[in-house]
């Protein structure tokens, strides 16, 4: 089964940046269409960004402008460039490989890796 790899969390005062990585395993990554979600206790697991295999992306409206999904299909991974960070960007990050592309959004695949915890402070 495939596995996700989630590092490049951590804490940072709001304003700043990180950039987040995921590794995926399989042989088949530049076929599947990849995304980042964030889940805060409590609270269901949210789609922040997706990429397609043509590599055209989507964006939640909360992040547009401010961060950024890539994928490089030569290392299997793909990332998350965030900018502007705010406190409401605190949150567990996962990222999905292998999910559903439609109109509307992404639906993802049944599994999932640890996360990395991105922690903004005001």
């Known amino acids: 089964q495939v596995q996700f790899v989630e590092s490049g969390g951590g804490s940072v005062q709001a304003g700043g940046s990180l950039r987040l990585s995921c590794a995926a395993s399989?042989?088949?990554?530049?076929?599947?269409?990849a995304a980042w979600y964030r889940q805060v206790p409590g609270k269901q697991r949210d789609l922040v960004a997706a990429i397609s295999i043509w590599n055209t992306t989507k964006y939640a409206d909360s992040v547009k402008g401010r961060f950024t999904i890539s994928r490089d299909n030569a290392k299997n991974t793909v990332h998350l460039q965030m900018n502007s960070l705010k406190p409401e960007d605190t949150a567990v990050y996962y990222c999905?490989?292998?999910?559903?592309?439609?109109?509307?959004?992404?639906?993802?695949?049944?599994?999932w890796g640890q996360g990395t915890q991105v922690t903004v402070s005001s």
């Open positions: 999905n490989v292998g999910g559903t592309w439609f109109s509307a959004g992404y639906y993802p695949f049944r599994s």
């Open positions: 399989g042989s088949a990554f530049s076929r599947n269409a």
